[in-house]
DNA sequence: GGCTATTTGTTCAGCGATTGAATTATTTGG
DNA sequence: CCAAATAATTCAATCGCTGAACAAATAGCC
């Protein structure tokens, strides 16, 4: 992970432009049909000569296409409606988790425009390893991307683990990482992506974070606040302000997993005692279930589950129940504190949702001071278990649209 | 309370100054010494030319004034130092509370310029007559800080309750309020303030919220965040995110005296079970220290508490400790949460601290799981029982500081 | 004491980006 | 076919920042 642009310190006479740029081109990728000049000049405020000047500056950097089709009432000169454009820059977003690799390409207008996903246990493999075969896959997505004439901007990787602010991974338990300084090992292999001006070559983030973002950019569109939960063997949450990603002090927000939901309940891991995790993590659901997660590959586990809950088997459904309760308790307290409307079930929750929102919902409004007033929606995610690596390269996306003076200002 | 003002939007080229003017003039205010213009531009990257005319308007608009014993070193020309005025707008900040009214004045700098508490049972009294009263109070304050050559440009009014986004006190329990219509009220009343563009007449916010931003104001200036738990008979807690306030979705963010510390503990008048306020509130840990709250006053209750505790009485020892695990476990869901690094005891905790602190690092250390890398300090108050009119005088500077182009455009 | 180096703050012509009005382009409706 | 309406562009004017030159004020040095 990468320290956030930051508010704008001074506004130099330059910056000006360099912002406007950005606000046009942020209202063009939230709209939700193809605005014309003339909308965006009312709605931001400038006036449409300097909009058009700015829009022109969009096309020629293949950031923004005019769409010709352009839906039209009443008389006058027809607008020209502007998108985001196709063949512009593109994000690539790459993950490492227990049991596969996935590298996906996501254009300008959040289109999936490439992914692949190579299964493998990737415990035994040693970082440096698994690193080499995702640069390999890497470059396939590369050339993948300039056959449909898309120019690979920027990399974000996500980790199931804690990462500082070099891309250091500190801790990744399941995949058995500790202390891998991602960035230097890199550095020996070919470049992933083009040089781009304020587009850091590799961001390394946290897997849940960035399936957020993932979950952000599949939405609407619009500035969201919601809580991401994503249920794997580990529980992670990715907190939505917004429409931004709240990291925290140091980048290591959202570790729901270790809330405590039954303070004197069963020994965790980490140290503590009724962890929402021992309670609401796969493992445990399984258990519970009757399940035992040796017998079956790692990512058929929820599907499983959702089997047995199907057909009416009594252990599934009391388990899921007891995961539910849990993970509402953990979710009342997070509401509590931010007041978010939405929640959303991601990773192996997602499948699960028709049984895990009931008791959810059942804790939430009894614990939540405020629920009478402002009714909380729990939902299954959209994306669904690629969300990481195609939030991995939306936030590069992102980061090209919140300011694209850099990627304009690029030679070439 | 109200929405925040926002990112700015499109940038035109008045705002442009605006912007500038923010700058400069926040850099002034954080400043630990007082800078001169050459400093200001090498810091902002503006050029002196132009940090110059800014200052020139801040100046004339008696927002800043030139300090004359400017520190030196080495050989030039001196420095002239600027420092943020204390005879130019200043803010009003008002509170209400179980058993006081309190009203104060804070200046550019932070000073506190003005201060009344008027102590009375306001559970019996109106809303209408308890605010009328407060105006009176207001009054005064305004007429006070006249003749100290200050200009009110705004109010800010705590409730221990829940507000709207339109000011409306939608729930105060300790005061037996509800859906109170705080700025309907107010309209029949004398005016608080001088009208400011861009500064609300009168922001009413919940006085939890408020005391962090006290607290925040009275650190040491430069962005920060941190947990500030105010406990009182309720607990509520205010999040600081990088110098700013987290207000929630709806504003109602903070309500961590209901995050359930033993799910299946105590029944809560919330409707759960374990809420952290039945183990850590005034009352539970008056009961635990075998006190009856209706035997002392309301506001002596943790000065009585302090003296047991001194003298060593095991049961009030014993009742600071298990409330103090409590406090823990809750907090140890918000570190988790949100990655904070400082949570800062308010309110009826900040004398309690050397008694509460154990329990709660305790708890952190134990539960969560970067704890180790990443040391939590936990720190009773800077300000005391008046953190909430204080923070509301301060939201009110805040904004001016954050905005000056409105206080500038005023006519006069 | 006088000179130089050094740093601060101001003045002023120049420039870049936005502005606002006028102009051109393109369609609907009568 | 013409008038009304809406969209987009052109262009001189304007506003605020820039950069360099200049004036102001002090310390150190001979």
């Known amino acids: 992970m990468t320290p956030t642009p930051g508010p704008v310190g001074a506004v130099r006479q330059g910056s000006l432009r360099e912002l406007n740029l950005a606000v046009v081109l942020g209202r063009i990728a939230t709209a939700d049909r193809p605005p014309s000049r003339a909308v965006l000049a009312t709605e931001t405020g400038l006036t ?19 769409a010709e089709p352009a839906p039209r009432s009443g008389a006058g000169r027809p607008a020209r409606g502007l998108v985001l454009a196709g063949n512009g820059p593109a994000g690539l977003g790459l993950e490492i988790n227990v049991d596969y690799l996935a590298v996906c390409v996501v254009d300008l207008a959040g289109r999936v425009r490439h992914h692949t996903v190579h299964r493998a246990d990737l415990r ?7 690193l080499r075969r995702l640069v390999e896959l890497a470059g396939q997505a590369r050339a993948e991307a300039a056959a449909q004439g898309l120019t690979l901007a920027g990399a974000a990787l996500g980790v199931p683990g804690l990462v500082d602010d070099a891309g250091t991974v500190r801790l990744a338990p399941n ?26 070559p590799i961001v390394v983030d946290n897997e849940a974070n960035l399936s957020a973002l993932g979950e952000l950019h599949a939405g609407s569109g619009g500035p969201a606040s919601f809580l991401h939960i994503s249920g794997e063997v580990g529980i992670g949450a990715g907190i939505v302000l917004d429409g931004d ?36 993590g796969q493992e445990a659901i399984l258990a519970a279930a009757g399940l035992d997660r040796a017998d079956l590959p790692a ?20 388990a899921l129940r007891e995961a539910g309760t849990a993970l509402g308790i953990a979710v009342a307290s997070v509401v509590n504190l931010l007041d978010l409307d939405t929640v959303v079930l991601g990773g192996g929750y997602a499948p699960l949702t028709p049984w895990l929102r009931p008791p959810v919902l059942d804790e939430i409004s009894r614990r939540v001071l405020t629920a009478a007033w402002s009714p909380v929606t729990v939902r299954p995610a959209a994306l669904g278990a690629d969300a990481a690596a195609v939030g991995a390269a939306g936030s590069v996306v992102r980061r090209i649209i919140a300011r694209p003076a850099g990627w304009l200002a690029r030679t070439g």
């Open 299 to 318: 990512d058929t586990a929820s599907v499983r589950l959702t089997e047995l809950a199907e057909t009416g088997s009594v252990d599934a459904l009391r």
């Open 48 to 66: 449409r000569a300097t909009v058009s000047a700015l829009v022109e500056d969009l096309i020629t950097g293949r950031l923004v296409t005019e």
């Open 124 to 130: 035994p493999v040693s970082p440096a390893d698994a």
């Open 175 to 200: 995949l058995g990482w500790r202390d891998v300084p991602v960035p230097a090992l890199l550095a020996g292999l070919p470049p992933l992506t083009e040089r781009v001006d304020g587009i850091p």
């Open 245 to 280: 990603l709240f990291r925290g002090a140091r980048g290591w927000s959202g570790e729901i997993g270790h809330i405590p939901v039954h303070s004197a309940g069963r020994a965790c891991s980490c140290g503590g005692r009724g962890c929402l995790e021992q309670y609401a």
